[in-house]
């Protein structure tokens, strides 16, 4: 069975740091686009920062210059290094993630369960 486990979050004051990770298990063909989303009480569940299979990297202009995603391929994991932290950062943070679990059929997205950051002020 194919899921996807986050891990990092917390509670960290106003300036400071976390780092998120996810690690994607089962049986993977091939892991494509993967990407981290994040919820707050009461608002849509919205793209935070995005990494495809080439490495090529797409942020939420809200988190540009403070957040930055990067991926191993090999371990079939995706990181989010969050600095600067802002009470507005507050939220679920879910992993996502396109796979192809068949050379021959349409690849699917995937959710992780989810970790709560909270940054107080």
């Known amino acids: 069975q194919l899921q996807l486990v986050e891990s990092g979050g917390g509670l960290v004051q106003a300036g400071g740091s976390l780092r998120l990770s996810c690690v994607a298990s089962?049986?993977?063909?091939?892991?494509?686009?993967m990407g981290w989303y994040r919820q707050a009480p009461g608002k849509q569940r919205e793209s935070v920062a995005t990494?495809?299979?080439?490495?090529?990297?797409n942020y939420a202009d809200s988190v540009k210059g403070r957040f930055t995603i990067s991926r191993d391929n090999a371990k079939n994991t995706v990181n989010l290094q969050m600095n600067s932290l802002k009470p507005e950062d507050t939220a679920v943070y879910y992993c996502?993630?396109?796979?192809?679990?068949?050379?021959?059929?349409?690849?699917?997205?995937?959710w992780g369960g989810g970790t709560q950051v909270t940054v107080s002020s």
């Open positions: 990494i495809a299979s080439s490495g090529i990297t």
């Open positions: 996502n993630a396109l796979i192809s679990r068949h050379p021959v059929r349409p690849a699917e997205t995937y």
């Open positions: 089962g049986s993977i063909f091939r892991l494509n686009t």
